[in-house]
């Protein structure tokens, strides 16, 4: 039967090599992965000759176990150093010194190991107490030590240098590996070299003895989970690996100490059993882990993005209301400019400075058409900076929106007979309900549609129809700020159809963007393609909304305005 101190033995023994291996296949690929491998099976080797050499009886093997320790022991620190170096991601410099000094760094092991071998320098022999063993150590053992603390201490420099310049993640890796090293020294110093006197004075001398070569597991433990835990491995495949590990040892040995047939049968059929189960077991909790990861990585990229949107929205209304403050002045100095001039123009086409000649006058009336269409552009720039910068006062009345269109109506009608089209216009036979209206805005919205009909229909007609008792429920077109509204309950309706160029379906969702026109309609039609988005944006101020119909290029287009009949919110009203 084993006693407590083999039991511990065989545990820290499996602990080590389990997690060694773990590590080694889950992150092969990295440096500081492979030296944990290989620090760990130098530690299984140290706690193994350690722990041997006081069991055996026979002279030769001790003293085999012995050098084996010892020199196990040196190349551990020596690869503890090296773990450090990986684990810091130290460069070597491509210098003579560097090379010199990398050479020494890896021979100095080499030359102790053969020395503790084969010679008597190191470790001359031994004498056997109650307890266990006693080396008798030779007059290099002092260099020996002092090598020992020095690739400590190098090992540990290159982590503090590393910590100082390091994120988060790397300074949590080399803070557990420090408090493993730490508890490790801690209790092989107390069991060791402080309590020695009271240790050998206990019932349980051999057991306590042997803590100070069991406590280098808690180092490499500290030092593995630093490793699943911030860089390679998940700790919840780790422990699931590790148990299942352990369950199958426990099988096997049940089937390798079956004593009849019968009894093997049966615990191979649950060691077989339990194979095919842990398999699963393990492909369930690393599919587990892993979809956990990628969703975590998911989320984690959403969040980026959604900050990155936040900033660029946040630049971009910066941007626009940079862009509206400088329309709204410019446009205003722009005013200033051709408001006189078309004064003085009027005044030379009327005769008031002497009689013109033909000439002069078409000169001056090309003149004057051009100072129009700048007049023109510096009102649509001012009426789209105005709306959007909330300087515009709706002078809100009630009014007769048939008796609007039928003004327009009157106003257009003669141009669009003198370019050969037939205009119509369809008014409902009873009188409308007065709606709550800023006439002046609503002239301008339907007279730019009708004046847009008659610029892009070469021929045919253009008909003005006013429709009510009309239900609406839909979607409002979504604003400037990203916000959307729903227009619900009756409206009256506004509809310009004309026979004209048409608009492609692609074009229909951007006509009412700022700056877009239909430019397949290639009439050389001059515009500033702000007209439909003020209209857009004059309607909404009233609680409607407009939008654009047309089945093609061709096939002639139709224009919708509908305004609700009860009065819209916050709506002050002049008598």
């Known amino acids: 039967m084993f006693n407590s101190s083999v039991i511990l033995f065989i545990i820290i023994l499996f602990i080590d090599l389990s997690l060694g291996l773990l590590v080694l296949i889950k992150g092969s690929g990295a440096k500081a992965n492979r030296t944990f491998f290989v620090l760990a099976m130098l530690f299984f080797v140290w706690i193994g000759a350690s722990f041997l050499e006081d069991e055996i009886v026979n002279p030769a093997v001790i003293d085999l176990l012995l050098k084996i ?76 030590d002092l090598f020992i603390v020095l690739y400590m201490i190098l090992g540990l420099a290159f982590l503090a240098r590393r910590y100082r310049t390091t994120t988060s993640e790397k300074k949590a890796q080399i803070f557990y590996v420090i408090l493993g090293l730490f508890i490790f020294l801690l209790i092989a110093i107390l069991t060791n070299v402080v309590l020695v006197d009271l240790i050998k004075n206990s019932r349980n001398y051999t057991l306590y003895s042997r803590f100070g070569i069991f406590s280098s597991i808690f180092f ?57 189960l842990i398999i699963m077991l393990v492909r369930s909790v690393e599919n587990e882990v892993k979809r956990k990861n990628q969703l975590q990585k998911l989320t984690d990229s959403l969040a980026e993005t959604n900050d990155k949107l936040r900033v660029i929205n946040a630049k971009l209304e910066r941007i626009d209301a940079t ?40 000169v001056l009336e090309n003149i004057k058409l051009a100072n129009d269409r700048q007049i023109n552009l510096v009102d649509d720039l001012l009426n789209v900076s105005r709306m959007e910068y909330g300087k515009v006062k709706l002078d809100f009345k009630e009014q007769q929106l048939e008796d609007v269109c039928q003004e327009i109506y009157d106003t257009v009608r003669p141009v669009a007979e003198e370019k050969g089209l037939k205009f119509t216009y369809e008014k409902p036979k009873a009188a409308l309900p007065k709606l709550i209206l800023d006439k002046g805005k609503i002239f301008e919205a339907i007279f730019n549609f009708v004046d847009n ?123």
């Open 69 to 144: 320790d010892y020199t196990s022991a040196f190349f551990a620190i020596f690869y503890f150093s090296v773990f450090c170096f990986d684990l810091a991601e130290f460069k070597i410099r491509n210098s003579i010194m560097f090379k010199i000094a990398k050479v020494l760094f890896f021979s100095v092991p080499a030359i102790f190991g053969l020395l503790v071998i084969f010679t008597n320098s190191i470790v001359v022999g031994f004498e056997i107490l109650p307890g266990g063993i006693n080396p008798i150590l030779g007059r290099g053992e002092p260099l020996y």
């Open 220 to 276: 490499i433990l500290f030092s593995g989970y630093s490793i699943v835990k911030h860089r390679l491995l998940n700790l919840k495949v780790i422990a699931t690996e590790v148990l299942s590990l352990g369950i199958l040892i426990f099988s096997l040995l049940q089937v390798l100490n079956s004593q009849t047939s019968l009894e093997l049968i049966f615990n191979g059929i649950i060691f077989l059993a339990l194979l095919v």
């Open 323 to 362: 862009k509206t403050d400088f329309i709204y002045i410019a446009s205003h100095q722009l005013h200033k400019v051709p408001t006189p001039i078309k004064g003085y123009l009027s005044m030379l086409l009327e005769g008031s400075y002497g009689k013109l000649s033909k000439e002069q006058r078409r």
């Open 453 to 575: 009909a008659v610029k892009y229909t070469s021929k045919g007609r253009i008909n003005l129809k006013i429709e009510t008792d009309i239900n609406s429920h839909c979607e409002l077109s979504e604003g400037d700020d990203g916000s959307r509204g729903l227009l619900s309950g009756p409206v009256i309706r506004v509809t310009v159809a004309d026979t004209g160029v048409g608009i492609a379906k692609e074009s229909l969702p951007f006509l009412f963007a700022k700056f877009s026109r239909n430019d397949k309609a290639n009439l050389n039609i001059e515009g500033t393609g702000l007209g439909l988005y003020v209209v857009k944006l004059m309607i909404e101020a009233h609680g409607g909304r407009t939008w654009a119909e047309s089945d093609g290029e061709g096939e002639g287009s139709r224009f919708i305005i509908e305004i609700p009949t009860k009065q819209p919110e916050n709506v002050v009203v002049k008598e």
